[in-house]
T-cell receptor
Framework: GQQVMQIPQYQHVQEGEDFTTYCNSS?????IQWYKQRPGGHPVFLIQ?????EVKKQKRLTFQFGEAKKNSSLHITATQTTDVGTYFC?????????????FGKGTKLTVNP | ETGVTQTPRHLVMGMTNKKSLKCEQH?????MYWYKQSAKKPLELMFV???????ENNSVPSRFSPECPNSSHLFLHLHTLQPEDSALYLC????????????FGEGSWLTVV
């Protein structure tokens, strides 16, 4: 079945450094979504990418969807302490005759002030 | 306020107890989900309901019994759980079960003693 791999599992940075998390799917995706879960909180939807090669920005966050629609990345420029949390990608693809949303295992980001 | 409300937020139960988790969504969605989140498996899909019908059971042990009386309410009945079932149980909803954007509740922290 469809698998979504996300790396790294953990990332620790100094405040002001950049951060990137990568997501790879074993199958071609219809779209990919990104979620953020703050410590002690619940996952919250950030963005959805649909088109091949799509790039979207939200302030310091840049999201990319690969040309083959099998990989994606989230890049944060100049991290701040408010960026701490776990970032999940979720790929939507056909599986067993219907579309399924499969989450990666997440990248836990910690930021040292 | 997420639009998806879960109760109780915290639950401690013995292995012989019977308890239930409750979820209500106010978003007019048709699909509802139960996810289990633990250190070992960050976001593990358990059950999916679409228009009150169960469309997915991810090989969940029978000591977890879901109930969906209507599209707005979802329960997870718990019976003779094990300590390894201690985790955060997240309810979620989406417009349909075809991998639309997932809206999570704040979760119910379950401890089995």
């Amino acid at each position: 079945g469809q698998q979504v791999m996300q790396i790294p599992q953990y990332q620790h940075v100094q405040e002001g450094e950049d951060f990137t998390t990568y997501c790879n799917s074993s199958t071609t995706l219809s779209n990919i979504q990104w979620y953020k879960q703050r410590p002690g909180g619940h996952p919250v939807f950030l963005i959805q990418l649909v088109k091949s090669g799509e790039v979207k920005k939200q302030k310091r966050l840049t999201f990319q969807f690969g040309e083959a629609k099998k990989n994606s990345s989230l890049h944060i420029t100049a991290t701040q302490t408010t960026d701490v949390g776990t970032y999940f990608c979720a790929g939507e693809g056909w599986q067993g005759g219907s579309e399924k949303l499969v989450f990666g295992k997440g990248t836990k980001l910690t930021v040292n002030p | 306020e997420t639009g998806v409300t879960q109760t109780p937020r915290h639950l401690v139960m013995g292995m012989t107890n019977k308890k239930s988790l409750k979820c209500e969504q106010h978003l007019g969605h048709n699909a509802m989900y139960w996810y289990k989140q633990s250190a070992k498996k960050p976001l593990e899909l358990m059950f999916v309901y679409n228009f009150k019908e169960q469309t997915e059971n991810n090989s969940v042990p029978s000591r977890f019994s879901p109930e969906c009386p209507n599209s707005s309410h979802l329960f997870l009945h718990l019976h003779t759980l094990q300590p390894e079932d201690s985790a955060l149980y997240l309810c979620a909803s989406s417009v349909g079960d075809g991998g639309n954007t997932i809206y999570f509740g704040e979760g119910s922290w379950l401890t089995v003693v």
